[in-house]
């Protein structure tokens, strides 16, 4: 393909008023049917998905299956974009209809990119025919992230966006390297007394050109990329030690607990309990007095295999927390499916108009529920005095938010225990 697209801009370029089209083109979840059906048949199902793309094309153009699952299509002659997409569109609607492989009905959807090759728009780099199909790439990832079953055609916003995104993940994958990570702490208040009871961790990250980085601004690439995974395990283990030195500093506060945020993958992760109970020993601190915090869509992504690891975890001592609730699917069912500790109550219901009775009577209920199920409850995003005693008229056990403390680095979380103490 790199050859005859090479071809193509070679004449493309010598004639301006000549123009092409190339389509690159992604079978969605193609991984799953073929570890359903087997590698044989999905073989068998990519050969009759290039024989149908062939006959959508009636001769006019060129289809060549590039790696994997992903088929590229030269359509030369091309003079306006629209023409290109209705051919991907008529791609598509061709590719929705069933396969019958083996006696078995499979049914599929693709995502395309396209991008343009115009004359005197094409760039003065050697590398026209890759540079061509990067761009169709990022087009075809840009329709798969729209949630596939679409084309979407490139753009030079598209680019800078794919660019500004490499560039964020060879930083982080550098970040990781050289350490640029830090954990600040929120204190969780206990409302009764208004006594820190415990700190949630909260990575930072401090780059060197940008300065301090909140985790929304990272930690969705860290996801995608698979490298929040490091940074998780890397928040754990240096909290646990933190937590020690505090320990140490202030043998006489009562016992702090250590609260972390585990994303969904992480439960999921081979010896995950090991490494937990490895990384304890290390720091020498209690199981008890560590929490997970999760959010829903840990606990519906493989409930079966989350729920081992759950039982594992508590048996341990460990307490597990859920998350952000009242933002996710909410699903009661699993409150009792699995052993949830406590529940935190997102800082949506708290910040805006908190006097609103709506949100007020879904807190109330929440807090209600998680009593009924003997589960304690955090109030999120406490900001003001008046959202404290509402969560304290409604008996929520405990407290966070900018009205107790920002999230703090580990110097400052020392001067807040130490400002707790009598004098
Ligand atoms: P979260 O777990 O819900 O953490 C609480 C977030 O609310 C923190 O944002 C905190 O700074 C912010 N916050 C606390 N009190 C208030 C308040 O009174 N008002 C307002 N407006 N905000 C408040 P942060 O640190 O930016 O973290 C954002 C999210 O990133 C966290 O939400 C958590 O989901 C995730 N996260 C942070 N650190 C880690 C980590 O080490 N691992 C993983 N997997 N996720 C993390
Ligand atoms: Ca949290
Ligand atoms: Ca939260």
Redesign the pocket.
Known sequence: MIKKLNQVVYRTKRQPNYSFALLLIDIDRFKIINDSLGYAVGDLFLRAIARRLEKCLHGKGTVVRLWGDEFAILLEHISDISVACHIAQLIHQKLCLPFYLNGQEVLTTASTGIVMGIGDQLSSSNNQAEDLLRNADIAMHRAKAQGGARYEVFDTAMYLHFQTLSQLENDLRRAIINNEFQVYY?PIVFLETHKIVGF????RWIHPQRGLL???EF?KLAEDTGL?IF??WW?LRSACFHMRQLQEEFPTYPPLTLSV???SKQFTQPNLVEKIQQILQETGIKAHNLRL?MTESAMIKDSEAVSATFAQLKALGINLYI??FGTGYSSLSYLHRFPIDTIKID?SFM?SNNSHTEKLAIVRAIVTLAHTLNMDVIA????TVEQLSQMTEMQCEYG???LFSK?VNSHAMKALIAAQLPC
Do not use: C, H, T, W
């Open positions: 929120q949630e961790a909260l990575v909140l985790p929304a930690l929040l940074i998780d928040v945020n585990f994303s915090e998350d952000d800082r910040n999120e995003g406490v900001e966070q938010g900018y999230p």
